[in-house]
């Protein structure tokens, strides 16, 4: 495991022109919707998408803007349409959704996601891959220059998540 | 040994059969590569995997490449690819190798698809013509380029080609072409897939092709005369049932069958070849607790035959039963592990021996793939072979006393191989790999059991026979390749650098000199020395998306043989000078609304190949030589394709190889997708 630790420094540390934060874009819609298929009880048809931010958060607050109007009244991605239900992240208790997307920059506050997903039994998805890292949100996706899908086993355990053993060898778990 | 076979056999099968709960979900390759946004594949560790972070030297052709290409044989679209050398010495007489030590019926390079081998293991090699797959049917041609036997087992020794069709389950493939061309061609495919319910796909497909021969006047006359009329079809059916959202079974059924002319072997006169093949596979796999297991049986039929003109004609019949079963799980987050079994049984009857020639094989293998960091992987895999030989039949009194059916009996082959490679990507454009690997090559089994008295017109008879003392030939292979993606330009730049050494190299006795033993003329089958290989790629790849793609690629190899044969009199072993030090491959494309056009060449620095004549081993300089194709493609709409492609256009004809001169043709094609 030091072994693992010190490489890990040592890799990550020449791996600095990676992005630690981006805000979604439609590739990473495409690439969301697209994971979806490869949960172990795929999820079909209309989905609520809720996106939580919070309204105090501007780049939060921008992102959420933005994810709405590029979903609009809905996205049909592989086999999911993404219907937008933004989710202050004061009201995550009581909105209705059966994804959430967390948006980025949230820091400690996106625990509150975490424990979300985790009493709702939801998957949630994020661009950044700090909150995902954290174990506040199950799965992380970054779509350029190259796709890279993240997901925290133990966010995804905790949420009731599995997925297929192949897509499980694709990725990066941690 | 045959009713154990037989009976292991039809147990998996009723496992297959009546156990569904126990078997499992397999890639769903359309699914991942939208996901992903580059294909996936299995052929670098037995894992998924994105293309980019194999542990191998692995080039994917997709089947928009294969479409482009505009190409009726799979040896036609390997051709330009980096690295790959095909030597076509009729119009579907196609030799395949991979980074150097190239031969005719090249033994070191294993052909699979979906998994099944198509290899033939009576000589050695891939009879390409006779492959049952139609081009509109695959959905991608995986090529790793080096020793991959840890996975795939003998004979992958310089390369794999696992060539992978659409799934029926998943894929809804319905196409029929028509062609037609110069020197006449005439040919065609149709597929199409049905899904009986949502849980079942079932894919069927069936096409051939037939043409004149080019021009045969340059062979000699007295080892005609020489088939004019190549020509070759086939069936296939392949269907996936899922029982449940994780288990899945497979079966799958092919045939063809195919004649043209070409030699039959390294150095060898050209003849006439005929096939006839069939396959039976039924699998199973399941997604469990205890992880993706897979089981995998199939039997395999060649009936081939070999024809030179009124001197020789025989034929032999190759079975192989193959069982195959893994398990592939992750062990915490950072682990990925994959345990495979394999049983193999080989046999092969014909006039070439006695009576019979066969073997068992049993092998074990584990691959472990560990995810340091996000950046950084290693995988490791170990394979061990245990071969057992049996023979049945006399043996002809010029044959050495020692070789008895005993001796053969008694005769096993162990062989351990294995793969380790190190992947490294310090930033999302950049990958490393550091590569190290042996493969295994086993002797054919006409290198094995050959038992031929043939008299073709020498003054005495001629006894080729073969040897239970043969070692299997291994190739270490060590490599460090470099990767980059270079997004100003929507390119990706590879480079590979590589050396390689071959010990053991095999040749059957129709490829050596001949000896005089007990009033008989005599070859027999032997280890030849070894050689040591170095060489390198270097190419950039991009696709814009106004439409513009395009390719350039340097491949670099030098070799140098240390033979034991050859000092007093010629052979065809030569991989010093019979290998092409340097090739470039290129291409250029655009696709504008409803047309798409490409064009793709090849330059090929000069060599040394041999021709047989009269049982003489007369060398043949091929000079460099350009060749180039180009298509244009005109979609009426999304069903109706009309193509016209022209082979070989900067000369009428060129010797590309020993053989026949290849002509210039044009082929017009109409695609209907529906």
């Known amino acids: 495991m030091k072994i693992s630790a010190a490489i890990i420094v040592f890799t990550t540390g020449i791996a600095l022109s990676s992005p630690s ?80 997307f967390l948006t980025g920059g949230l820091g400690a506050d996106g625990a509150k996601v975490g424990a979300a997903a ?21 799965l992380s996706i970054q779509s350029e220059p190259k796709v890279q899908i993240t997901v925290n086993k133990a966010a995804a355990d905790a949420s009731g998540v599995s997925f297929s053993a192949a897509f499980k060898m694709m990725i990066t778990e941690i | 040994m045959k009713l154990l076979r037989d009976r292991l056999l039809y147990a998996t099968i009723l496992a297959v059969a009546i156990a ?45 490449d294969i479409r482009r290409s505009g190409a009726t044989t799979i040896p036609d679209i390997l051709k330009f690819v ?129 043409g004149r021969e080019f021009n045969t006047n340059s062979l000699p006359p007295l080892q005609g005369p020489y088939d004019q009329t190549p020509y070759s079809s086939s069936f296939g059916l392949d269907g996936r049932y899922k029982p449940t959202p994780n288990t899945e079974l497979t079966a799958e059924f092919t045939s063809s069958d195919s004649r043209n002319i070409g030699p039959l072997g390294q150095g060898d006169s050209i003849d006439t070849l005929g096939y006839r093949t069939t396959s039976f596979k039924f699998g199973g796999a399941a997604d469990t607790n205890l992880g993706l297991l897979n089981i995998d049986a199939y039997r395999n039929e060649a009936n081939d035959s070999y024809t ?60 472990w793939n560990w995810k340091l960091t996000p950046q950084l992987s290693l995988t490791n895999a170990v394979r061990l072979d245990y071969l057992a030989l049996s023979r049945t039949g006399s043996f002809d009194p010029a044959s050495p006393p020692a070789y008895t059916n005993a001796l053969y009996d008694n005769t096993t082959i162990i062989q351990p191989s294995f793969n380790s490679g190190l992947v490294y990507e310090p930033t999302d454009l950049d990958t490393i790999r550091l590569l190290l690997a042996r493969g295994i090559q086993a002797p054919s089994l006409i290198e094995f059991g050959a038992q031929y008295r043939a008299n073709l017109g020498a003054p005495l008879p001629i006894l080729y026979g073969g040897s239970p003392n043969l070692n299997a030939s291994t190739t270490n292979n060590v490599e460090i390749d470099y990767d980059r993606s270079i997004p100003e330009i929507e390119s990706t730049l590879r480079t590979a650098i590589y050396y390689q050494n071959t010990q053991a190299i095999l040749s059957s006795g129709f490829s050596l000199p001949i000896s005089f033993s007990n009033f008989t003329l005599y070859s027999q089958s032997q280890n030849i020395g070894h050689s040591h290989s170095y060489g390198g790629e270097i190419g950039l790849q991009g696709y814009d998306p106004s439409g513009l793609r395009w390719n350039l690629s340097y491949s670099l190899v030098s070799t140098k043989d240390y033979l034991t044969v050859g000092t007093l009199a010629p052979t065809p072993w030569d991989f010093d000078h019979a290998t092409p030090t340097s090739m470039i491959d290129f291409g250029i494309g655009y696709t504008w609304d409803k047309v798409e056009a490409d064009i793709q060449g090849k330059w090929q620095s000069s060599y040394v190949d041999y021709n047989d004549i009269l049982l003489v081993y007369t060398p043949l300089k091929i000079s460099d030589f350009v060749t180039l194709n180009a298509r244009v493609g005109y979609n009426f709409n999304e069903h109706v394709t009309l193509a016209l492609t022209g082979q070989q256009l900067v000369n009428s004809s060129i010797q590309e190889a020993a053989g026949i001169p290849i002509e210039r043709r044009a082929i017009a094609s109409l695609t209907l997708h529906f």
């Open chain 1, 21 to 100: 934060l981006a805000a979604a874009s439609q590739k990473d819609m495409q690439i969301a919707g697209r994971v979806l298929g490869f949960v172990s009880t795929p999820v079909t048809g209309d989905v609520k998408f809720g996106i939580v931010y919070d309204p105090a958060n501007a780049g939060s607050n921008k992102e959420e803007q933005d994810l709405v109007a590029l979903l609009g009244a809905g996205l049909k991605v592989g086999n999911v349409n993404f219907i937008p239900v933004p989710v202050p992240i004061d009201k995550l208790d009581t909105t209705a959704s059966d994804v959430l």
């Open chain 2, 308 to 367: 030179e003109g009124q001197i020789l004609s025989v034929a032999d019949k190759n079975v192989i039963y193959v069982v195959q079963a893994s398990d592939l799980f992750k062990v915490g987050t950072e682990n990925t592990i994959r345990v495979g079994l394999e049983y193999r049984s080989n046999s092969l009857q014909g006039d070439f021996l006695a009576q019979s020639i066969g073997y068992d094989d049993y092998a074990g293998s584990v691959m």
């Open chain 2, 20 to 64: 569904p709960s126990a078997f499992a979900q397999a890639v769903d390759y359309g699914q991942s590569e939208l996901l992903f946004g580059e294909p996936v594949t299995t052929s670098a560790t037995g894992s998924p995997q994105k293309a980019s972070d194999a542990p191998a030297d692995m080039q994917i052709i997709t089947a928009d």
């Open chain 1, 118 to 138: 985790k009493a709702k039994k939801e998957i949630c998805i994020t661009a950044d891959i700090a909150a995902t890292q954290a174990g506040n949100c199950a």
């Open chain 2, 82 to 210: 980096s690295g790959i050398d095909v030597r076509t010495s009729a119009s579907q007489s196609q030799t395949v190798s991979i980074r150097g030590s190239s031969q005719g019926f090249n033994p070191r390079l294993l052909v699979l698809i979906n998994g099944r081998q198509v290899y033939l293991d009576d000589y050695g090699y891939t009879a390409w013509q006779a492959l049952p797959v139609q081009l509109d049917e695959i959905r991608q041609i995986e090529v790793v380029k080096g020793p991959a036997s840890a996975l795939f087992g003998f004979n992958a020794a310089s390369g794999v080609i696992n060539i992978i069709t659409y799934d029926p389950l998943f894929d809804s493939t319905n196409a029929a072409t028509l062609r037609g061309g110069t020197q006449p061609q005439l040919g065609g495919d149709a597929i199409a897939t049905i899904h009986p319910t949502d849980n079942t796909g079932l894919r069927l497909s069936v096409g051939g092709n037939q």
